[in-house]
């Protein structure tokens, strides 16, 4: 079955460190990979994506996520954190199973960086 | 600016009654979609439409209808069978093809009092 896992319900880091949420996943074809992030309250926005290519994508405020084929991640990361980078970030990756386009959703995991 | 606005941002029912959220977008995309959130539970498709006068049903479409009659418009409807509805409902659109990139709606968040 495929599926996507972040294993962390909530990472906490100090302002100024670097940040990385965990996400792994199982497909049953090539992984189109792909991080969003929710602020309170607020709907998600597209961070970045991996279709093909370098496995380092960079993406929207300064992230980027790695492309791991050995062992199936796809981790978000940024090399200092921001205060106003605390939100709610998920990972989801296309469902090739069936027949029309959709996206099968990890569970969320939030960010907290303190001052 | 271009976009999705979904209406109203917060809604109230009581017990039996259907209520229907609204769904626009001026990107002229031809994919819309309606997610539910929960909290610890991610992203769960409702229902979703590839083009005008079609849509399928997602995951979890048991208790919810919708309609396509327009490109820009894909309200909705939750009706009384939905037996848990209080939750932050997204919609969410994306051009033709495979890219992945969905853009969405801030939601609405229904409360069943």
């Known amino acids: 079955a495929q599926s996507v896992a972040q294993p962390e319900d909530q990472v906490n880091v100090a302002e100024g460190n670097p940040l990385t949420v965990k996400c792994t996943y199982s497909v049953s074809g090539n992984p189109y990979l792909f991080w969003y992030v929710q602020y309170p309250n607020r709907g998600l926005q597209f961070l970045l994506k991996y279709i093909t290519g370098d496995n380092l994508v960079k993406g929207s405020y300064g992230f980027e996520a790695e492309f791991n084929k050995s062992q199936t991640s796809f981790h978000l990361k940024k090399p200092s954190a921001l205060v106003s980078d605390s939100a709610l970030y998920f990972c989801a990756v296309r469902d090739w199973a069936g027949s029309n386009y959709q996206l099968i959703w990890g569970a969320g995991t939030k960010l907290i960086i303190k001052p | 600016d271009g976009g999705i606005t979904q209406s109203p941002k917060y809604l109230f029912r009581k017990e039996g009654q259907n209520v229907t959220l609204s769904c626009e977008q001026n990107l002229n995309h031809d994919a819309m979609y309606w997610y539910r959130q929960d909290p610890g539970q991610g992203l769960r498709l409702i229902y979703y439409s590839q083009i005008v006068n079609d849509f399928q049903k997602g995951d979890i479409a048991e208790g919810y209808s919708v309609s396509r009659e327009k490109k820009e418009s894909f309200p909705l409807t939750v009706t009384s069978a939905q037996k848990n509805p209080t939750a932050f409902y997204l919609c969410?659109?994306?051009?033709?093809?495979?890219?992945?990139?969905?853009?969405f709606g801030e939601g609405s968040r229904l409360t069943v009092l």
């Open positions: 969410a659109s994306s051009p033709r093809g495979d890219t992945g990139e969905l853009f």
